[in-house]
């Protein structure tokens, strides 16, 4: 996996891993045997799960794993992740684990922690940390490599509930439900100002910004970036700023930080997108020094993945996740609470 120290919420997007264009003499033959044949390193059942998930493409269409592979066909193997450019190193790094089994593992990830590694960020990270803790288990029944698989991933400073696939099978099952939307997440979000409505729902085309390649920006026109949808309800108005709850329908790139500002009430303390000034209240002494004590307890955007719901890739059930506020959040709405009173 690869990108950036403050990349994506979590995604929608599919890479493709692999290409393949099929010789003009092939004989008919199932899919995943043609693959199997040619791909290193691999088992005709990895290949069945991604055929299963919808990741095997041909002629840009996804194909069971029993489709008959004919001459120049166009092979693709798509997946919500990057290609890895480089070897992830375990570091021995605490994780706050709220649950574990064979197949993944939920966790709370603090704020200040880089999701993977890239851009100058290729130790410390939370990949770093799953590498050494996996590493350190017992291989799972299937006998497959224990590798994080990062289904989702948290901004550097936001903080909360994530789900690491630990099998092949588990990272595509949960991949496809975020892909798909079926997954359950919400986000508690501090912001500037009181929206004007107590409940509703942005919508907007996100991409990056054509002046600063580091941020993103809403295109209302709809000519560029990618469509993105977030609900928003309004959980207690403070004197000039908002605890709100976000459902994510779509997982763009700083989903919810885009939308906020784009409604005007950007994310307090957000440095790249101008939450980290004044923008409520008049900028006399006392609520100055108010306001810079209140960045002072948390070193980021007052963002927190709190819930996350999903379907158990092997149990059949649906699982459900809940994550305690930080404590710099909750010091920083008991300031909030204090002020008005």
């Given at each position: 996996?690869h990108a950036?120290?403050d990349?994506?919420?979590?995604?929608?997007?599919?890479?493709e891993?692999?290409?393949?264009?099929?010789?003009?003499?092939?004989?008919?033959?199932?899919?995943?045997?043609?693959?199997?044949d040619?791909l290193p390193?691999?088992?005709?059942?990895?290949i069945q799960?991604a055929?299963?998930?919808?990741?095997i493409?041909?002629?840009q269409?996804?194909?069971?794993?029993?489709y008959?592979?004919?001459?120049?066909?166009e092979?693709?193997?798509?997946l919500?992740y990057p290609?890895r450019?480089?070897?992830l190193?375990?570091?021995?790094?605490?994780?706050?684990?709220?649950?574990?089994?064979?197949e993944?593992?939920v966790?709370?990830?603090?704020?200040g922690?880089?999701s993977?590694?890239?851009?100058?960020?290729y130790?410390?990270?939370?990949?770093?940390?799953?590498?050494y803790?996996?590493d350190?288990?017992?291989?799972?029944?299937?006998?497959e490599?224990?590798?994080?698989g990062?289904?989702?991933?948290?901004?550097?400073?936001?903080t909360?509930?994530?789900?690491?696939a630990?099998?092949e099978?588990t990272?595509?099952h949960?991949?496809?439900?975020?892909?798909?939307?079926?997954?359950e997440?919400?986000?508690?979000?501090l912001?500037?100002g009181?929206?004007?409505?107590a409940?509703g729902?942005i919508?907007?085309?996100?991409?990056?910004?054509?002046k600063?390649?580091?941020v993103?920006?809403v295109?209302?026109d709809?000519?560029q970036?990618?469509?993105?949808v977030?609900?928003?309800?309004?959980?207690?108005n403070?004197a000039?700023?908002?605890?709100?709850?976000?459902?994510l329908?779509?997982g763009r790139?700083h989903?919810?930080?885009?939308?906020?500002?784009?409604?005007?009430?950007?994310?307090?303390?957000?440095?790249?997108?101008?939450?980290d000034?004044?923008?409520?209240?008049?900028?006399?002494?006392?609520?100055k020094?108010?306001?810079e004590?209140c960045f002072?307890?948390?070193?980021?955007?007052a963002?927190?993945?709190?819930?996350l719901?999903?379907?158990h890739?092997?149990?059949?059930?649906f699982?459900q996740f809940d994550s305690?506020?930080?404590p710099g959040?909750?010091?920083?709405?008991?300031?909030?609470?204090?002020f008005?009173?």
């Amino acid at each position: 996996m690869h990108a950036g120290d403050d990349k994506a919420e979590d995604t929608d997007e599919l890479y493709e891993h692999l290409k393949i264009s099929v010789e003009k003499g092939v004989v008919l033959k199932r899919i995943d045997k043609y693959l199997f044949d040619r791909l290193p390193n691999t088992s005709r059942n990895r290949i069945q799960v991604a055929a299963k998930a919808g990741n095997i493409l041909v002629n840009q269409k996804p194909v069971k794993s029993n489709y008959k592979v004919k001459p120049f066909d166009e092979i693709s193997l798509v997946l919500p992740y990057p290609v890895r450019e480089y070897e992830l190193k375990g570091e021995n790094i605490p994780l706050d684990i709220v649950y574990e089994d064979e197949e993944l593992v939920v966790l709370n990830k603090p704020a200040g922690m880089v999701s993977h590694p890239g851009h100058g960020n290729y130790t410390g990270t939370l990949v770093n940390a799953l590498v050494y803790h996996f590493d350190n288990l017992p291989p799972n029944k299937s006998n497959e490599v224990s590798r994080p698989g990062l289904v989702h991933r948290l901004d550097k400073f936001t903080t909360g509930i994530m789900v690491v696939a630990k099998t092949e099978h588990t990272l595509t099952h949960l991949s496809r439900q975020f892909y798909e939307r079926t997954s359950e997440r919400t986000y508690y979000a501090l912001v500037w100002g009181n929206p004007k409505n107590a409940k509703g729902t942005i919508t907007g085309n996100i991409g990056r910004s054509v002046k600063d390649r580091k941020v993103f920006m809403v295109y209302e026109d709809g000519s560029q970036g990618k469509h993105a949808v977030t609900h928003y309800e309004v959980i207690k108005n403070y004197a000039h700023v908002s605890l709100i709850k976000c459902k994510l329908e779509t997982g763009r790139t700083h989903q919810i930080r885009v939308h906020m500002k784009y409604m005007g009430h950007t994310l307090f303390n957000d440095k790249e997108y101008g939450g980290d000034v004044i923008l409520r209240g008049n900028t006399s002494g006392a609520y100055k020094k108010f306001i810079e004590n209140c960045f002072e307890l948390i070193p980021g955007q007052a963002l927190h993945a709190k819930t996350l719901g999903f379907m158990h890739p092997t149990k059949n059930e649906f699982m459900q996740f809940d994550s305690e506020l930080p404590p710099g959040f909750k010091a920083l709405l008991d300031k909030w609470e204090k002020f008005n009173t």
